[in-house]
């Protein structure tokens, strides 16, 4: 028998997200195990569909299936799949059944759930898992949302090092993936000789508040002159992100010291 498991996140029909990429690679290699995965989408079109169908075909991700969501407002397609979730728990022939968590606001009703229905609870940590700010009645708050699960999957060393400093205590199965870079393997690290001039700081990550794109351009402002900022990041090559990098040359005057945004990191070698 197969185990079921479900991704309890709408993601969108775009190849060139990275989340959406992150996600069906992952989940697709996890379907190859004997496991039926479920993944939410939402697609504008049925066109964006044909490069994420084409896409699970080239790599064989047979047991990877799609759950498209209706082309409604975002409240209208989170009440489907809640629906969609609870049909998929009362029916039986799995193995076993797994809900994989990404945000809080799912996290809650996946909790609740849990309390209903007999399932595997694990929470998959990015930035929108953590706490926006920390204070006393907000950590009580956060922990009793890493209480009663099964497992956690922290995507980045720094989380771990995030929940030790503040106390938390995490749920006795989880594992760190050795993603992005952990500072204490360079504090001895000696200062770098680099003479060229202009020294090019390049930025390639998306343009999502929590990513603070805004705290680069604050940051030049203490460095020489000759450091310059280049923005390479955004979703996609759209006039909002044009529009967004614009705005922040134009706010601290960096003119000459910030270019504007570059869809593909081939533009910039």
């Given at each position: 028998m197969q185990r079921l498991i479900i991704y309890f996140k709408e993601i969108t029909a775009s190849i060139d997200s990275a989340m959406t990429m992150q996600v069906l690679n992952d989940y697709g290699h996890l379907s190859n195990f004997n496991n039926k995965v479920i993944v939410p989408m939402y697609a504008k079109t049925n066109q964006e569909l044909s490069p994420i169908n084409k896409l699970l075909a080239e790599k064989n991700f047979l047991n990877l299936h799609i759950l498209v969501l209706p082309k409604s407002h975002k409240?209208?397609?989170?009440?489907?799949?809640?629906?969609?979730?609870?049909?998929?728990?009362?029916?039986?022939g799995f193995s076993s059944k797994v809900i994989i968590v990404r945000e809080k606001k799912y996290l809650w009703f996946?909790?609740?759930?849990?309390?209903?229905?007999?399932?595997?609870?694990?929470?998959?940590f990015h930035e929108t898992s953590l706490p926006e700010k920390e204070t006393q009645k907000l950590r009580l708050k956060h922990q009793k949302l890493l209480l009663n699960i099964d497992g956690a999957l922290l995507t980045n060393s720094s989380q771990a090092h995030y929940f030790k400093k503040y106390k938390y205590h995490l749920p006795r199965n989880h594992?760190?993936?050795?993603?992005?870079?952990?500072?204490?393997?360079?504090?001895?690290?000696?200062?770098?000789?680099?003479?060229?001039?202009?020294?090019?700081l390049t930025y390639t990550g998306q343009f999502t508040s929590w990513k603070n794109v805004p705290l680069l351009f604050e940051a030049l402002h203490y460095l020489p002159t000759?450091?310059?900022?280049?923005?390479?990041g955004g979703k996609e090559n759209s006039p909002s992100s044009h529009l967004y990098v614009n705005k922040l040359i134009s706010q601290?005057?960096?003119?000459?010291?910030?270019s504007k945004f570059h869809t593909w990191l081939n533009d910039l070698i």
């Open positions: 409240i209208i397609r989170s009440l489907f799949l809640i629906a969609y979730l609870i049909s998929l728990l009362i029916k039986k996946a909790k609740i759930l849990k309390r209903i229905f007999h399932f595997c609870l694990l929470v998959e594992i760190i993936l050795p993603n992005g870079l952990d500072v204490t393997n360079y504090s001895k690290v000696k200062r770098a000789s680099l003479r060229s001039r202009p020294r090019v000759y450091f310059h900022l280049r923005i390479a601290y005057n960096f003119n000459s010291r910030a």
